[in-house]
């Protein structure tokens, strides 16, 4: 049996694409730091009658990660699909933020990425296939919000960098740039944003995006 793991499982799309991939079968394995936000994700996936892991760590925390990680492939398998969608928000403009809180932005928004996909992607290009997604977001930088474009920067880089080491041996690497604030019942419902995980993991290699931009109405 397949199994996705959704690393930030929180109420919006972290949780909308653990029922997306659930409602197809897979098993779902998910990385959260709170245990009430592991038993809210884990409750909706359960609803589809499937296997849902519920395993805690911070993804600033290497050994953590790494370890969640593990203990995800040893209960639902190797993994077949790995969404990172875990990040800081916040309004800082320039010279408002701290060096310290800079690098803690930067540890979560894309540091964690790279653990994430240093530890997984090998394993799936071995056997030559697999997905890892990442949620993007600030399509375009902007001066209220510099840490967060300074991270969503580094993560469109990093799916480039994984692409180039880990494409040509069958690990579709990518990101969902979300352009608007996530919220059941508006033009960016998580619900329809899943939709695009589901549809990256499921596009034929001849077809690949490494970006999909989603700006409520449409996605690009």
Not at 26 to 47: H, W
Not at 69 to 80: M, S, T, V
Not at 124 to 153: F, H
Not at 178 to 194: E, R, Y
Request: charged fraction near 20%; avoid cysteine.
């Amino acid at each position: 049996m397949s199994g996705a793991v959704i690393i930030g499982a929180g109420p919006g799309i972290g949780q909308a694409v653990a029922r997306r991939f659930a409602q197809e079968g897979f098993s779902i394995a998910l990385i959260a730091r709170g245990k009430s936000t592991l038993e809210a994700a884990a409750e909706a996936v359960l609803k589809h009658g499937v296997q849902a892991v519920t395993l805690t760590a911070d993804s600033t925390d290497e050994v953590a990660l790494r370890a969640a990680l593990d203990q995800a492939a040893d209960e639902i398998g190797p993994p077949e699909v790995v969404v990172y969608n875990a990040a800081i928000i916040q309004a800082d403009a320039p010279g408002e933020l701290p060096a310290q809180g800079h690098l803690d932005a930067w540890a979560v928004n894309v540091v964690g990425a790279l653990t994430a996909a240093a530890h997984t992607a090998p394993a799936m290009a071995r056997r030559g296939r697999g997905s890892i997604i990442i949620t993007g977001g600030m399509p375009e930088p902007k001066r209220q919000y510099v840490s967060l474009s300074l991270g969503k920067a580094g993560v469109r880089t990093l799916v480039t960098l994984l692409d180039q080491e880990y494409g040509a041996h069958g690990v579709h690497v990518a990101s969902v740039t979300v352009a608007g604030p996530v919220a059941p019942g508006t033009a960016f419902d998580p619900d329809d944003i899943a939709e695009h995980y589901w549809r990256l993991h499921r596009q034929p290699r001849r077809r690949w995006e490494q970006e999909v931009v989603y700006t409520g109405s449409a996605a690009s």
